[in-house]
């Protein structure tokens, strides 16, 4: 069964930084990309960062370009996001999704984590 | 405003048939594949359809997609209660170079 776990959320001051991590199991972790998409309380879904099973191709929304780094450690089967120079709006619920192939970009997501909180607030 | 437009909500009787439509441009929807995703309350989003009209293994097949041109559509037939959601419609948009989400639509089964 295929499992997703993120983990590393919490409170921080606008301005810092965190990692989230997102634990794979039940799939060949490095033949799939994988994404971030974030949930603001009470709104819709926002796409994040997208990665390729390889690593070697990534992508960003503009909103966290710059200020967010994708990465992933196939060999730990864990796909992290660095988070820095954090602000209030990007208090969310942050889930990670597998993709249906290796490339990262155009397909869907499934499945998805449960999602970890980041609260971004003094 | 997010680049997909969906309805905020839509609302119908049990057993009944809904549909939530998804507007976009030729740069996302008119161009690259529509999925859509169903997230119940509290609870993480599911893949719903697929390459605008692919049903995951284990998806009802009450729940159907189509596309035309920069539109994309979702119907769900034989309503059910538990079928209260939030629906939302996504593709790749080639000038952002990034996935794009519909606002979403609360489905209300009366």
């Known amino acids: 069964e295929v499992q997703l776990v993120e983990s590393g959320g919490g409170l921080v001051q606008p301005g810092g930084s965190l990692r989230l991590s997102c634990a794979a199991s039940?799939?060949?972790?490095?033949?799939?990309?994988m994404s971030w998409v974030r949930q603001a309380p009470g709104k819709g879904l926002e796409w994040v960062s997208a990665?390729?099973?390889?690593?070697?191709?990534?992508y960003y929304a503009d909103s966290v370009k710059g200020r967010f780094t994708i990465s992933r450690d196939n060999s730990k089967n864990t796909l992290y996001l660095q988070m820095n120079s954090l602000r209030a709006e990007d208090t969310a619920v942050y889930y990670c999704?597998?993709?249906?192939?290796?490339?990262?970009?155009?397909?869907?997501?499934?499945?998805w984590g449960q999602g970890t909180l980041v609260t971004v607030s003094s | 405003q997010s680049v997909l437009t969906q309805p905020p909500s839509v609302s119908e009787a049990p057993r009944q048939r809904v549909t939530i439509s998804c507007s976009g441009s030729s740069s996302n929807i008119g161009n690259n594949a529509v999925n859509w995703y169903q997230q119940l309350p509290g609870k993480a989003p599911k893949l719903l359809i697929y390459?605008?009209?692919l049903l995951p293994s284990g998806v009802s097949d009450r729940f159907s997609g189509s596309k035309s041109g920069t539109s994309a559509s979702l119907a769900i037939s034989g309503l059910q209660s538990e079928d209260e959601a939030d629906y939302y419609c996504a593709a790749w948009d080639d000038s952002l170079n990034g996935q794009v989400f519909g606002g979403g639509t609360k489905l209300t089964v009366l």
């Open positions: 390459y605008d009209d």
């Open positions: 999704a597998k993709g249906p192939s290796a490339v990262a970009g155009a397909d869907w997501f499934d499945p």
């Open positions: 990665i390729s099973g390889s690593g070697g191709s990534t």
């Open positions: 039940g799939f060949t972790f490095s033949s799939y990309a």
